[in-house]
């Protein structure tokens, strides 16, 4: 099956990835597109996903990346090294919502915000522990889909 994939043609794949994404993943990608005007900064493409590096805005306070759909959204603060490896764990997100289309918000979108709050929150305690921020659900699985799909590593 993978390797079947990957014999389809890379315009193919590409017209494949968005037909899912706006069908299968409609509702994360509608929420996706209503947040670029306020989510303004530099726009690039990775893997037919558009990611914003957003500039800062009053209203966050919990600078992270997200992502809704093929809409991968990244804060103007982090270095570039960060912004490299991240948008790979970002993209594996995009993955998961294909997988999970209608569910993905609920599944990943929910338990991932309220995971991140969390670890920022407490992530003094979770570090003396040895707990990574990608050690659970949904954060390692997007690590390893991100890796599998655009063959780099996120950390």
């Not at 193919?12 to 900064?41: D, E, K, M, S």
């Not at 500039?55 to 960060?82: A, C, H, M």
């Not at 594996?92 to 991140?116: D, R």
């Amino acid at each position: 099956m993978e390797k079947a994939f990957l014999k389809i043609p890379k315009p193919l794949r590409a017209v494949l990835f968005h037909l899912v994404q706006w069908t299968w993943g409609l509702p994360q990608n509608l929420l996706g597109l209503l947040l670029l005007p306020i989510f303004r900064g530099e726009r690039f493409r990775y893997h037919g996903a558009l990611v914003t590096v957003y500039k800062k805005l009053r209203f966050i306070k919990n600078r992270s990346g997200f992502s809704l759909g093929s809409f991968i959204f990244l804060p103007e603060s982090w270095s570039d090294y960060e912004r490299k490896h991240l948008t790979v764990h970002e993209y594996g997100h995009t993955v998961q919502s294909l997988i999970l289309g209608p569910f993905y918000l609920f599944v990943v979108g929910l338990p991932s915000c309220a995971w991140s709050h969390r670890y920022l929150r407490r992530s003094a305690i979770y570090r003396s522990r040895g707990i990574a921020y990608t050690d659970r659900f949904p954060e390692h699985s997007a690590d390893r889909l991100g890796e599998y799909a655009t063959g780099e590593k996120p950390h």
